[in-house]
């Protein structure tokens, strides 16, 4: 069977794709963060954000499948792929997620929720087929280098779903199951066109007899491979989801829209550090062991430099929130309280994720998210049920990101005989500073703020000159 074009065509183009595809994906977290807040009133979005939060665990229901299948078939060229035997699995994965999604809606009837959360579970048990189905059929491509293919679904999807809003924004439509409806809408050209692209395997015959009856046994072994990876994943993703999974059945709506729009500035800003990370990894993977320790040692100084501006650049953007979006302006006091999770967050995706990968440390990544998804858990619920406070909530989900970050920093320090303790201990204190700050309200903030920066400026900067002319760190 002939090879589909793509799979003929150079690292640059499928490179340039590839940025294409984020730089798409950064416009489309703009619009989701500033545009869409401006579309909806506060309770419309929050209902938004509810089934944003929900949906972006719907990966989890393929239990591990697709990356089981990446590590299985990687490195192969797709026209030497058992074309049946993928079209086998995959129609069992869209038999096991017509399964959850009937589950999804029978839990929504039986728990008597509200008829909005009933029509959101209702779009949710929608959104699960068509992603995970797409879902699927990317991480085929990815394994077998067609990254092309992956990265122009991916910008039909995010430009679609631009478009529509602008639309949605030009004519005052300001209801959220319109904003839902065009993110499916979105998500189905993105997963028909991956369809159109493996019409291969489409028109496969297979049948669960015969050669392809191994295809349950193959699957059994895609779900233990690939379990791993996705909890992993969806680990570091509930130490933040958690916290606000608590928040509208203690509070209001209305709380958990304003908390959740101080999470998507957060998650705006962190989205630039997923697509260095995607650059720095290649360059990690082939250097020699004394280069990598070189590197870590240089990455981890630049960071500890640029990284804390964000602090600074916090307070020119409440005036813009507060400009441009007012009725969220209670948002702001949540958003000081998890910005540093940005400092953190951004160290973790740009230094440890591509060193733990390229290292071949996936089960030290796996405990450092587990650890610290059960510290941010644990925390959450004395902060909710014991103390029945936002503010301390806001500092749970914190320590989280922060006791994932500390323990991958020092694991990977340790392999490579660096001492980073006296660097950390800084930048948790400068943390810590920020966030008194943000409390403390009046012009002395800004004082007090300055201050801190520039004492942390002065020790941190001594304490490289040193690392300088000692030649190490």
Request: with cysteine; net charge positive; hydrophobic share 55%.
């Amino acid at each position: 069977m002939t090879a589909l074009p793509q799979e003929n065509q150079g690292i640059k183009k499928n490179l340039a794709y590839a940025f294409s595809a984020q730089g798409v994906a950064l416009l489309s977290s703009i619009l989701m963060s500033l545009i869409v807040p401006k579309i909806l009133a506060v309770e419309e979005y929050a209902y938004w954000q509810s089934f944003l939060l929900y949906a972006g665990y719907s990966g989890c229901l393929l239990v591990g499948i697709n990356d089981g299948l990446y590590l299985r078939i990687g490195g192969q060229r797709y026209g030497d792929l058992d074309h049946a035997g993928i079209k086998a699995q995959m129609v069992l994965v869209l038999i096991l997620e017509f399964f959850f999604s009937a589950l999804l809606i029978a839990f929504a009837l039986l728990a008597r929720l509200s008829a909005q959360f009933c029509l959101i579970a209702a779009a949710l048990s929608i959104y699960t087929i068509v992603v995970n189905l797409a879902n699927y059929l990317s991480y085929v491509f990815q394994a077998v280098n067609l990254t092309q293919i992956f990265s122009k679904a991916a910008i039909i999807t995010k430009a679609s779903f631009f478009i529509m809003i602008v639309a949605a924004l030009v004519l005052g439509a300001g209801d959220y199951r319109v904003i839902v409806a065009f993110y499916i809408v979105s998500q189905c050209f993105s997963t028909v066109y991956l369809l159109y692209s493996g019409r291969q395997i489409l028109q496969a015959r297979f049948s669960f007899s015969g050669k392809n009856r191994d295809v349950l046994h193959a699957t059994k072994i895609d779900i233990g491979a690939g379990m791993k990876i996705m909890i992993s994943y969806y680990a570091g993703t509930f130490i933040i989801g958690f916290g606000r999974m608590l928040i509208e059945p203690n509070w209001d709506l209305a709380t958990f829209g304003y908390y959740s729009f101080a999470v998507s500035l957060v998650s705006f800003v962190i989205s630039f550090a997923g697509q260095v990370s995607m650059v720095l990894f290649p360059h990690i993977k082939r250097a020699s062991k004394e280069a990598q320790k070189e590197n870590f040692a240089k990455i981890r100084s630049i960071l500890a430099l640029f990284l804390p501006i964000a602090y600074v650049l916090y307070f020119p953007c409440c005036i813009f929130c507060e400009f441009w979006l007012p009725q969220y302006s209670q948002s702001l006091i949540y958003l000081g309280l998890l910005f540093p999770i940005c400092i953190f967050d951004c160290r973790m995706s740009m230094l440890c994720v591509p060193y733990f990968k390229a290292l071949r440390k996936e089960n030290k990544l796996l405990i450092a998210n587990v650890v610290a998804m059960c510290v941010s858990v644990v925390l959450s619920f004395f902060s909710v049920f014991l103390f029945h406070n936002l503010v301390l909530l806001a500092v749970s989900m914190l320590s989280g990101i922060v006791t994932r970050n500390l323990i991958s920093e020092f694991n990977l320090a340790r392999s490579f005989g660096l001492n980073l303790f006296p660097h950390s201990i800084r930048e948790l204190l400068l943390a810590i500073c920020f966030i008194f700050v943000v409390m403390i309200d009046g012009g002395w903030s800004y004082v007090f703020g300055s201050i801190a920066l520039v004492v942390y400026y002065f020790f941190e900067c001594f304490s490289l000159k040193k690392t300088r002319e000692k030649g190490g760190m």
